[in-house]
């Protein structure tokens, strides 16, 4: 039995051996590169939902400054306008004011049409030239109202920072 005990130990020595280096090499061939994978994987999707996460957020400050933005415009025009719209106002009351101290005029039997348009000049009902503190006063009214716009643009851009 012992001649025959050294090709056995030998046999077995050789498939322990085996078995030892084929463990070694399952560990360092398959499982250390799987599990190197598996962390990759995460940590590409984990960068992945960040980038997503962070886009997102750009996407919706685009979308809060394009509304301030349009919400200024809106603003502005409104403000232009209104002062439009009060010198037109204006200038169609000094229109009827004239117009009616004409016809006044014109009503008095001593005076003469030509005469009364000389004395009493009736201005246009549009685009006319206002006395400068009217103007000034509707200037004055239309710059404040455009930096309060200004501020409410500046308001919603500070509320939207992170």
């Not at 004011?97 to 005076?111: K, M, R, T």
């Not at 246009?124 to 009217?134: E, F, G, I, R, V």
Request: glycine share 4%; net charge neutral; proline share 4%.
């Amino acid at each position: 039995m012992l001649k025959h005990a050294d090709p056995i130990l030998k046999i077995a020595l050789a498939v322990a051996a085996l078995l030892a280096g084929s463990g070694v090499g399952y560990y360092y061939g398959i499982y250390l590169p799987a599990q190197d994978v598996r962390r990759q994987t995460q940590e590409m999707t984990q960068r992945q939902s960040h980038e997503q996460e962070q886009s997102r957020a750009l996407a919706e400050r685009a979308r809060r400054e394009a509304a301030a933005q349009a919400d200024y415009g809106t603003c502005v025009n409104f403000a232009e306008s209104a002062y439009k719209q009060r010198w037109t106002q204006t200038c169609q009351t000094m229109h009827d004011a004239d117009q009616s101290a004409f016809e006044d005029c014109a009503d008095n039997l001593f005076s003469t049409r030509s005469g009364c348009l000389a004395k009493h000049p009736v201005r246009p009902a549009q685009d006319c030239a206002l006395p400068s503190q009217t103007a000034q006063a509707l200037t004055d009214a239309r710059e404040q109202r455009k930096a309060q716009c200004a501020v409410q643009l500046e308001t919603a851009q500070q509320s939207g920072r992170p």
